[in-house]
């Protein structure tokens, strides 16, 4: 008897043949991406990020090109906000699978993400992401050489209210308020120390865990939006956000949704 065919990525068995009359793949869709992301990780099991290697899940997301017909429909945009979160997939509770939809300028408050594994790929327009040590580190790294190319960053921010940006809002998709008004005098605790800047194009992937730190995400064009695909596993819904000049935290970044597969949640929320 012939045993049953091992469940397979999607995309390995779905070729046709080119001119030459050889294989040639078929470009991934983002439901195919879906199928590779449940199947990748598994039916059940612990829901724990130990237990996830990330590399498998960022080598799926490199292997998805962006096509705006498969994700224009979960892509709505607020311009009263940073960004919006859309919902395109709940991995039946191992993981989310939005589209974060950035309004022109913008930028995210630093975060961190709750323990989970954060991928993330551009899908139009450009992102910065800056990287922080976490609080403590800057401390403990104060002495080191404030010189180190490595750590130099190059990126301006985004927002005009970026040096000084306040971290007062409950809902981590807020545009970030300026607390111009903070006196040196009321600086109590140390800067967040930046790790690295990376500008991301179409199609790049981004990666990020606590383990590495704390991030901003930013789109510096002021005249157009910005497209990204998240990919968070274990999921979560509340995560810690942070004052740059300070490194004072909150548990405060309610992460909620705009919209659950294409349809816009009344109150913004899951
Ligand atoms: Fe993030």
Redesign the pocket.
């Known amino acids: 008897m012939v045993p049953p065919l091992t469940p397979q990525i999607a995309h390995i068995m779905d070729h046709t043949m080119n001119s030459n009359n050889k294989p040639e793949k078929e470009p991934l869709t983002l439901d195919q991406l879906v199928k590779n992301i449940h199947l990748a990780l598994g039916p059940d099991g612990g829901l724990d990020s130990e237990h996830i290697d990330a590399n498998e899940i960022l080598k799926l997301m490199e292997e998805y090109s962006s096509n705006a017909t498969d994700w224009s429909k979960y892509t709505i945009f607020d311009h009263s906000r940073a960004y919006t979160r859309n919902l395109i997939d709940d991995g039946n509770g191992k993981f989310n699978l939005m589209i974060l939809a950035w309004s022109k300028g913008q930028q995210?408050p630093i975060?961190d993400?709750a323990g989970s594994h954060?991928i993330m790929k551009i899908l139009d327009g450009e992102l910065e992401e800056t990287q922080y040590e976490w609080p403590n580190e800057s401390k403990n790294n104060a002495a080191k050489n404030t010189k180190d190319d490595d750590t130099e960053c190059n990126c301006k921010s985004s927002s005009s209210s970026s040096p000084s940006s306040s971290v007062e809002s409950s809902d981590i998709t807020e545009a970030v308020q300026t607390s111009s008004s903070l006196q040196s005098s009321e600086l109590n605790g140390n800067p967040l120390r930046t790790r690295k800047c990376t500008r991301l194009h179409p199609n790049e992937v981004a990666y990020?865990h606590d383990k590495i730190g704390l991030?901003r995400?930013s789109n510096p064009d002021q005249g157009r939006g910005a497209v990204s695909l998240h990919l968070y596993t274990p999921p979560y819904q509340v995560c810690k956000t942070f004052e740059e000049k300070t490194g004072r935290s909150r548990m405060g970044g309610k992460c909620t949704f705009y919209s659950i597969g294409g349809h816009r949640c009344t109150d913004s929320s899951s």
């Open positions: 995210s975060h993400h954060c990020i991030h995400i």
